[in-house]
């Protein structure tokens, strides 16, 4: 990925710097060589040659570029789950993800972690865009999904020649689960991602389903990975389930929809970050129906948008970790729309705008492992910068109209946004 070179100056803004703190009205970002000299009041900031190049923020806002904390650039936007293994070929998905990860850069979105990805797809794109030959967020690779025999994932019939072979490994007991996680090793991955639980989109194993995978194979996965130095999530919806992954020594834990007391302490106590991904079940409540989804399921979703919404705000009340990510790759939640997810936990969620903003910087850097490089505006780390003219802390909604984007910045250099000299590019 390119890094800028010189000292470039962002003036006439107010500055949200992704630590949670209000607004500093009248501010400056000086960056210098792709990473950011100083961030604060501009009347403090250092006294830079008249011909220092400069973006007119227009009394807007400056601040860190998003961070989706659970993408699946390889999903294309597919009405069922197993169009993914049987519409295209791996060739083409490749360039579909291709083409996601340039949108999310488009939308603002400068870092992601992939939630899981067909074939091993994730791992190159991050190649590719880490060398510079394809657009997208810094990527934090995950690989093939693991699921228990007949889970989430495994539903199809044995006739119906369907296996998933794209999407997971099916695995059947801990032998084969420690298997998995290596074949992930040689594959590259950073984030083994697991489905422990079941979820109200699947056509046998709703919400309550709590054990897709057992304990035992949930162990075998992260004492695997972690002798690898692989980090370890899952998809958990079911209480029990949420337990026994944190209990088996989870890293994250994707949704954490039906979390109890219990589970919240074990949480809070080994710090685990919760990505709840909830605007997916509204639209999938909302506009289900277009796409043919059963009565049974729209009412699995409705309880899961509910039971999301108050696990995610007890976790974030609490004093635990949320990241923003959104699931999108589906018909009713396609990409493009990553922001909603920000406006969805302000409108619907009942979070504080800047709370959001927090979630979707530092915490989604801090759960890729990289937050002392990017996620928030301070001295020393990379210029990943988002430059807009309005004010998300008062209506977050603006992140979601890419016309109102001056610069969506990496390493101080221009990748998208209306500032965006076509030489930069
Ligand atoms: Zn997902």
């Not at 100056?9 to 060589?33: F, S, T």
Request: include cysteine; charged fraction near 20%; proline fraction near 5%.
């Amino acid at each position: 990925m390119q890094t800028a070179t010189g000292t470039l100056l962002i003036r006439n803004g107010q500055l949200v710097d992704g630590n949670g703190g209000l607004p500093v009205r009248d501010a400056a970002v000086v960056v210098e060589d792709g990473s950011i000299r100083y961030a604060g009041p501009a009347a403090a900031a250092p006294v830079l040659p008249p011909q220092t190049p400069t973006i007119d923020a227009c009394g807007g806002t400056i601040m860190p570029g998003l961070v989706e904390a659970h993408f699946h650039p390889t999903y294309f936007n597919v009405a069922a789950l197993e169009d993914l293994d049987i519409k295209y070929p791996v060739e083409y998905v490749t360039l579909l993800a291709a083409a996601n990860a340039r949108l999310a850069l488009e939308c603002g979105y400068t870092a992601a972690r992939s939630g899981g990805s067909l074939f091993n797809i994730d791992v190159w794109l991050k190649k590719a865009i880490e060398n510079g030959i394809a657009a997208g967020p810094r990527l934090a690779a995950s690989g093939r999904e693991i699921c228990g025999a007949a889970g989430l994932m495994d539903w199809n019939p044995v006739y119906r020649k369907i296996g998933m072979e794209g999407l997971v490994l099916i695995v059947n007991g801990p032998d084969e689960a420690r298997a998995a996680v290596r074949k992930l090793v040689k594959d590259g991955v950073e984030w083994v991602k697991t489905y422990p639980t079941g979820d109200a989109a699947a056509p046998d194993a709703n919400d309550h389903h709590t054990l897709c995978m057992t304990f035992e194979e949930m162990h075998a996965v992260v004492q695997t990975a972690h002798n690898h130095g692989l980090k370890v999530t899952g998809h958990c919806r079911a209480t029990e389930g949420i337990k026994n992954a944190l209990r088996a020594g989870y890293d994250a834990i994707e949704h954490g929809t039906f979390i109890d007391d219990e589970g919240l302490e074990i949480l809070l106590a080994r710090d685990v970050p919760c990505v709840p991904a909830l605007y997916f079940e509204q639209m999938s409540v909302e506009r289900g129906p277009e796409f043919g989804l059963s009565k049974r399921v729209i009412e699995g979703h409705q309880e899961t948008l509910e039971g999301g919404a108050e696990s995610a705000r007890r976790i974030l009340r609490a004093g635990g970790r949320l990241g923003m990510g959104g699931d999108y790759g589906f018909a009713w939640n396609p990409h493009g729309d990553y922001a909603k997810e920000l406006s969805f936990f302000v409108e619907y969620v009942g979070l504080t705008p800047l709370e959001v903003l927090t979630c979707a910087t530092r915490t989604g850097a801090q759960i890729m492992g990289r937050g002392d490089e990017f996620g928030t505006l301070e001295a020393g780390k990379l210029a990943d910068v988002l430059v807009v003219d309005g004010d998300p802390t008062r209506d977050i909604r603006v992140l979601q109209d890419r016309s109102k984007f001056v610069a969506v910045m990496q390493a101080g250099v221009v990748k998208a946004g209306r500032g965006l000299q076509p030489a930069a590019r």
